[in-house]
């Protein structure tokens, strides 16, 4: 494998205007510089409030950088994501960028499945150009079937995949989200906190997707609070201090 970057982060700075106090300013993210090559794993460090999950939304888009550039190196060449259009985004997140954050958000009567499948059918969405109804109903029949494989892996019983996710327990969301992180292969993955609300024996398996994503070449960042999650996958960590008077 060849481990050219990925991902190049260029003195990127992001703050917040906290309206209910005057309009002061909050500093977060100050000229934060770094670079993710392929196959690497890059655990950021810090106390909470320094940054961290600012930081991973920045990469998803989530928050509009203020300064600074994202770029991310695609078949197609360079991009960079503090400039790209909403629409690129969308795109992007279809196939380059998978998160996996704290939270599974849901849409109301749609099943864990289908939530999981979902990105499979958004990644072959984003390649093609015309599909007919007959061609669709078998791309989904192929979706829900790898969604059923890693959910079977992930220990989801079978009886909680018609159903919506909603009423489903914190560990159980939880492993929605990651099914729904790893079903489709990406160029870019974002974990937050990928393992919180996770047992002993579901912990192991989010460790070993991590690697076999690793081993297909993904750059991932992450937030790892847990010690032994991070320590064993972490090929690199990035350490920073808040930006002065945050």
């Not at 939530?115 to 192929?142: K, S």
């Not at 609300?197 to 994503?213: C, F, G, P």
């Amino acid at each position: 494998m060849s481990f050219e970057p990925v991902l190049d982060v260029r003195r990127l700075s992001k703050g917040f205007t906290l309206h209910l106090r005057g309009g002061a300013r909050l500093s977060v993210l100050h000229e934060l510089s770094f670079q993710v090559r392929r196959g690497e794993c890059v655990a950021l460090m810090g106390a909470s409030g320094h940054g961290k999950s600012t930081l991973i939304k920045c990469l998803y888009g989530s928050y509009a950088a203020d300064a600074g550039a994202i770029m991310l190196h695609t078949d197609t060449g360079a991009l960079d994501l503090a400039r790209a259009s909403p629409q690129r985004w969308l795109a992007l997140r279809r196939r380059d960028i998978a998160y996996v954050s704290q939270f599974l958000h849901v849409v109301p009567r749609v099943s864990a499945l289908d939530l999981v499948a979902e990105r499979v059918l958004d990644a072959e969405a984003a390649l093609a150009n015309d599909v007919d109804a007959e061609a669709q109903q078998a791309a989904l029949t192929v979706a829900r079937a790898r969604a059923a494989v890693l959910l079977q892996r992930l220990n989801v019983p079978p009886a909680l995949w018609s159903l919506p996710p909603a009423t489903f327990s914190g560990g159980e969301q939880q492993r929605i989200n990651i099914a729904r992180g790893f079903v489709e292969p990406a160029r870019l993955l974002l974990l937050d906190e990928p393992t919180a609300s996770l047992d002993a024996d579901n912990r192991r398996i989010v460790v070993a997707l991590v690697r076999e994503a690793l081993a297909l070449g993904c750059a991932v960042v992450g937030i790892f609070h847990d010690e032994e999650v991070r320590d064993v996958l972490a090929t690199r960590r990035i350490h920073w201090q808040a930006p002065h008077g945050s």
